[in-house]
């Protein structure tokens, strides 16, 4: 207890450095914060799993992926034709529509991309969507009942409500551009919960579909040039690794599917290559941001340290003339340093998370197709652990010199 008080104290003796010291500490505790809870989350989506895997079925050669709409039912089983083969728990087809509200002039505000699915897969197939909160789960069931019923319906993620200016309610005309000539009607049926589908944008297959088969009968009989290259994925789901190389293996090894021939793979292995354009970024992130952070600001607590050793080896050598041993005083310096670092970590990453899950509605740092970022939990504990180690490590050497004060010296000073 002696000792706690005796450290407070040194803490409070020059409130401006210390105040210093820890707005320093607690701006590069944000850094890191930040950048390691994008990192652990991008990490977690590409780690393979081993039970209730998801597996992305896509044309082999070429990217976009642009198979047959006939595939697709057959894909839902996992090309299974015998009894004995595996088939998927779940299955869930994508199709790409890419439009303009006005016309060929729009302006880039003006442009929506958008996920042509079945209304009622998403629940059950797309991430997070099935760990809602009550209210949020709720509004989701009807919003996806509003899209069966209603084929011209889009739901909607809330940064596209604010880009294009729009309300529930709202219709409009989605020019094709991907699709050209075919333009969508559609009607604003609601919005996604908040979080990572802000950016999303989701219309009925059925309708998409509808516009494509109808195609002919009003260009004397031609079909539309994307008619059979409509289909761009088919994600499934299967119950464990075992299972995923069975159901991989059928799709692969399978007769129906030789033009275009198709690959299968973990959802973590597909994320994980669409990532690879982002790698240099990712891999400065972890490699240089958070060591640059770390580094700089061991180096600040240390300058920090230093100074407040050098201005008190006076009081030192009198602590060490009243029987202070040397490795008490290193415990009272490393202790000052420590009670900063981890303090202020705490109290940073603690506010980090407050503001950007609870305030901010996510970190809007969009990478590939995820828009935005929730500060982990873990942050709770990274902070401390950041600002205490760091600090840990920039006081060794102050803390070292101080032990070593020799009191003859000091008093021959002052004498």
């Known amino acids: 207890m002696r000792f706690l008080l005796l450290i407070l104290k040194n803490v409070r003796r020059n409130l401006l450095r210390s105040g210093l010291t820890v707005a320093a500490t607690m701006w590069l505790v944000v850094v890191v914060t930040l950048v390691w809870s994008v990192l652990s989350f991008l990490d977690d989506v590409t780690a393979e799993k081993n039970k209730n895997l998801k597996a992305i079925v896509s044309e082999r050669w070429q990217f976009p ?52 699915m079945e209304p009622r897969k998403l629940k059950t197939m797309m991430d997070d969507l099935d760990t809602l909160p009550p209210d949020q789960a709720a509004e989701l069931d009807r919003n996806i009942e509003r899209l069966e019923k209603n084929r011209q319906g889009i739901l909607l993620g809330r940064d596209w409500m604010i880009i294009l200016n729009k309300r529930v309610g709202d219709r409009f005309v989605l020019n094709g551009m991907n699709y050209k000539g075919i333009n969508l009607q559609l009607e604003i049926i609601g919005v996604f919960p908040p979080g990572r589908y802000d950016k999303s944008a989701v219309i009925n297959r059925d309708y998409l579909n509808g516009a494509i088969d109808a195609w002919p009968r009003e260009h004397n009989g031609q079909p539309h040039f994307l ?26 090894q399978s007769p129906f599917y030789q033009s275009p021939s ?19 970024m990712i891999r400065g992130m972890r490699w240089f941001l958070v060591p640059a952070a770390v580094i700089s600001l061991a180096l600040v607590i240390a300058n920090a340290i230093s100074i407040s050793v050098r201005e008190r080896r006076l009081e030192l050598a009198v602590m060490k003339v009243l029987g202070f041993r040397p ?18 970590g705490l109290v940073s ?13 996510g970190l809007k740092f969009p990478i590939a197709f995820f828009p935005s970022f929730y500060i982990a939990d873990a942050a709770w504990w990274w902070g401390p652990l950041v600002g205490g180690l760091a600090a840990l490590a920039g006081s060794i050497f102050p803390a070292v010199t101080a032990c070593r004060v020799k009191v003859s010296e000091v008093f021959a000073k002052v004498t």
């Open 262 to 280: 198709v690959k299968c793979e973990t959802a973590s292995s597909g994320i994980a290559s669409f990532l690879d354009a982002y790698r240099d």
């Open 327 to 344: 490795w008490q005083i290193l415990v009272l310096v490393l202790g000052e340093a420590v009670l900063l670092g981890a303090g202020s």
């Open 65 to 116: 992926s642009q198979m047959p709409i006939s595939y697709a039912d057959t894909l839902a089983e996992g090309a299974a034709r015998e009894a004995s083969d595996a088939r998927p728990t779940d299955s869930m087809t994508w199709q790409f529509f890419g439009g303009r509200l006005g016309g060929d002039d729009a302006g880039r505000n003006d442009r929506l991309f958008a996920f042509a």
């Open 349 to 361: 990453a603690g506010g980090t998370w407050y503001v950007v899950n609870e305030i901010a509605g």
């Open 227 to 252: 008619s059979q290259k409509r289909l761009n994925l088919v994600w499934l789901r299967v119950p464990d690794s075992a299972a995923y190389s069975q159901v991989a293996s059928q799709i692969e």
